[in-house]
């Protein structure tokens, strides 16, 4: 069975300037999330997705952030523009159901703003 | 409330020794606690998971012990490899809506040393 997959897997940027990432989930999994994990800190949920609906973005910072799911199935994750403290590692992950099931990492984009 | 504190914030230990990684918590409505453990440029992988209806839950060299009443949970690592070497992160989760709301700790670097 494929893992996620996530691409690119670093970016250097200068801030203002935009980016995105893009993941594509398990196979079959219904839901999927994107976290942000700064240096040294646990995964911060930014968005979670049912399906291609949003059920959770309370953490999301919309003034920059935005990211969709097409047909239920790849994502992309964008930040326009981009600040210093968004340097971080951008987990895409997700899991069957939305309900307690285990959730499969990707491998993460690193992002460096400078 | 949706806090879950984790402790210590690193380790070291001689090759055969027994980690213990602590986690507490507030919200008595989290009902999924599951372990992750991550290596250096990897995205985080499940390592065992447990539900508060039980006090112990053993996969291999991992042990999760559990205690409803006092709100907290601790990961023991039995004969202890440098192979293990590696961020252990705790989580904790509950359903909202239909979907699982999850919240990370902030991690604990193990160092085991041969």
């Known amino acids: 069975e494929a893992g996620v997959a996530q691409s690119p897997r670093y970016k250097i940027i200068e801030k203002r300037q935009s980016v995105a990432f893009w993941c594509n989930p398990i196979s079959g999994h219904a839901t999927l999330y994107w976290y942000q994990q700064i240096l040294g800190q646990g995964p911060k949920l930014l968005i979670q997705f049912q399906n291609n609906g949003v059920v959770d973005d309370s953490q999301l910072p919309k003034d920059r952030f935005s990211a969709e799911r097409l047909k239920g199935v790849d994502s992309t994750l964008k930040i326009q523009p981009a600040k210093l403290e968004d340097s971080a590692v951008y987990l895409c992950?997700?899991?069957?159901?939305?309900?307690?099931?285990?959730?499969?990492f990707g491998p993460g984009t690193r992002l460096t703003v400078t | 409330q949706q806090q879950v504190k984790q402790s210590p914030q690193s380790l070291i230990v001689q090759k055969g020794g027994i980690p213990i990684i602590n986690c507490a918590y507030e919200n008595t409505a989290f009902d999924y606690f599951p372990w992750y453990q991550q290596f250096p440029g990897k995205g985080p992988a499940l390592l065992i998971a447990?539900?508060?209806?039980?006090s112990e839950k053993k996969e291999g060299r991992f042990t999760i012990s559990f205690n409803k009443s006092a709100k907290q949970f601790s990961l023991h690592i039995m004969d202890s490899q440098p192979g293990d070497s590696a961020t252990y992160f705790c989580?904790?989760?509950?359903?909202?809506?239909?979907?699982?709301?999850?919240?990370f700790g902030t991690g604990t670097k193990l160092q085991v040393i041969p």
């Open positions: 992950a997700s899991s069957l159901t939305s309900g307690g099931s285990e959730q499969y």
């Open positions: 447990i539900r508060p209806d039980v």
């Open positions: 989580a904790a989760s509950y359903n909202s809506g239909g979907y699982q709301k999850v919240t």
